[in-house]
């Protein structure tokens, strides 16, 4: 499975959205955060924008939901016009339910874990994922250190997908630039979220170029 970059909207310029989202048109999702002010300490876009970006996009829309009650607002933003959906699984009621009522929508169903869950607490929910995002920061905020401890997580759950000949997408995002993205997709990792290392770049598409490449010289060697 070739390597997708997922760039990060929420170090854009809101003023001018459209245009710094056509910028990245060489990716391969528009990563669209979601923040509600009590999942994570922030705030930043809800439906009615989510909806906008959907028709403006070239790119499909990934989007990463840090919000409370996923059970409700995930189908919602699938409605929206998001290709995926990732809800938290420290939000979620029911996480089956969720990735069901994505699935029959025709969209794509993802989990997220923050730093302090355990990886143990997804794997038994591979089955029915398309995804699995595993957060390298604490979600809420762009251009946080990037966490190596939780390289292994991703490790843990690409055996797990082998083992059970899932063709499961693992997703990291925070802290991830040139630097970084190496030890991820060694680890398993094939979609990569950056939000200030593309959006901080004069050349946003320079720069997705540039991360790609380490990516898939990493990624044929595995
Ligand atoms: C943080 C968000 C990330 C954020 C990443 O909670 O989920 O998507 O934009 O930003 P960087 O790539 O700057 O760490
Ligand atoms: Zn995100």
Not at 141 to 154: I, N, Y
Not at 202 to 219: K, Q, S, Y
Request: proline share 6%; net charge negative.
């Amino acid at each position: 499975m070739a390597i997708q970059i997922a760039p990060s909207i929420l170090s854009a310029d809101f003023a001018n959205l459209e245009r710094d989202i056509l910028e990245v048109a060489d990716a391969d999702w528009l990563h669209v955060d979601v923040m509600d002010g009590h999942f994570v300490p922030n705030m930043t876009l809800g439906l009615p924008v989510v909806e906008r970006i959907a028709q403006v996009s070239p790119l499909p829309i990934d989007a990463h939901l840090m919000i409370d009650d996923p059970d409700r607002w995930a189908p919602r933003y699938a409605e929206a016009g998001a290709a995926s959906v990732t809800f938290h699984l420290e939000a979620a009621r029911d996480p089956r339910a969720i990735a069901a009522d994505l699935h029959s929508l025709g969209k794509r169903a993802s989990c997220a874990i923050k730093p302090g869950t355990p990886v143990e607490d997804v794997l038994p929910l591979i089955d029915t994922l398309d995804m699995v995002l595993v957060m390298t920061v604490e979600p809420g905020f762009g251009g946080q250190s990037f966490m190596a401890d939780m390289v292994p997580k991703l490790t843990t759950l690409r055996a797990a997908a082998e083992a059970a000949g899932r063709d499961l997408r693992l997703q990291t995002d925070g802290g991830i630039a040139r630097a970084t993205i190496g030890t991820v997709v060694e680890a398993g990792c094939d979609v990569v979220v950056a939000g200030s290392a593309i959006y901080g770049a004069p050349d946003r598409a320079g720069e997705i170029a540039a991360l790609r490449e380490l990516a898939e010289a990493v990624h044929h060697h595995a």
